[in-house]
């Protein structure tokens, strides 16, 4: 083969390595592409079974805590019948019984009903009915709720004697609204004032304040505690479902842990705002914005 041949040769030789080089640096790039990805997505399957991992832990709290709630009335409705029904208990006693019994009825249907609208919530399909209402007789009819809901709790809980202070600074008196997911909102509120300022006993107070601000026109509610406070870095989560700030702290307070969740839930849905302020051992305020219709009579 003369010298031209030989060249002729190499060169294709030549070519069809560097063409095989080519290719291979091309499948390590490929490879190392593939790598990554798989890293990527064993990253993100380890993550979302943690996370379904510790939904799966919060249900189960959730039901066996809901369980007990739902227990403890229906044995307190249980136990208080089997004694009315017995002809030696006095009148008198009769009645206080009876009072008894009713209380826990109406603690159950609460429940109940929270559970149903969560779940419309969260389906989308709760039914918003605005009316006319007035704000001093919702505050009056929230006091006197809020009064034998604390006296209830004194004779099941041994809770002491908080100070609630109820105060109307609005500047408009009627409003057009949907009164009782105002209702469920102030109630779950209060309640969980009333749950995290225990720690104070007969030093608790805890503030509902309802005011008007001319420059956004809204109709402010404020719900601030004296209690245990929450931690900045919880801010975010007392408003998931199921999920609680510490176990070892909320599973000595009664509840069933989804009032902040209905109330996030109801302010989302009606286009409100909320807001917190806390510190540590100090106290929380919650801030309820809500955009509605003075009406003028």
């Known amino acids: 083969m003369t010298n031209k041949g030989n060249n002729k040769a190499y060169s294709e030789i030549e070519k069809q390595l560097l063409e095989q080089i080519n290719l291979v640096e091309e499948l390590s790039k490929k490879l190392a592409i593939s790598e990554q990805y798989s890293k990527e997505l064993a990253k993100t399957l380890t993550e979302t079974e943690k996370k379904a991992e510790e939904s799966d832990k919060l249900k189960t709290a959730f039901l066996a805590n809901l369980s007990h709630e739902i227990r403890t009335p229906l044995n307190a409705i249980l136990g208080f019948w089997e004694i009315v029904c017995r002809e030696d208990i006095p009148s008198n006693k009769k009645n206080t019984y009876f009072d008894l019994i009713k209380y826990n009825i109406t603690h159950l249907l609460t429940l109940v009903e929270e559970l149903v609208d969560y779940s419309k919530m969260k389906a989308g399909s709760l039914v918003i009915l605005p009316a006319k209402f007035s704000l001093q007789k919702f505050i009056d009819k929230n006091r006197v709720s809020v009064e034998k809901f604390i006296s209830q709790l004194q004779k099941e809980n041994e809770l ?138």
């Not at 749950?195 to 109709?219: A, P, Q, R, Y």
């Not at 404020?222 to 801010?235: L, R, T």
């Not at 702290?249 to 989302?268: H, Q």
């Open 160 to 297: 002491k004697n908080p100070t609630i202070e109820f105060s109307n600074n609005s500047s408009h008196s009627n409003f057009m609204a949907d009164e009782i997911r105002i209702q469920q909102i102030v109630s779950n509120l209060v309640k969980n004032a009333i749950k995290f300022s225990e720690n104070k006993g007969n030093n608790s107070h805890i503030l509902v304040d309802f005011s008007w601000d001319d420059k956004k026109n809204t109709l402010c509610i404020k719900v601030q505690d004296n209690g245990i406070g929450i931690n900045p870095d919880k801010h975010d989560i007392i408003f998931e479902p199921f999920r609680q700030v510490d176990e070892k702290i909320t599973r000595n307070y009664w509840g069933t842990g989804l009032g902040l969740s209905i109330v996030k839930s109801l302010t989302d849905l009606m286009h409100w705002t909320i807001t917190i302020d806390s510190t540590v051992w100090e106290g929380t305020t919650f801030t309820v914005e809500l955009p509605l219709e003075p009406i003028t009579d």
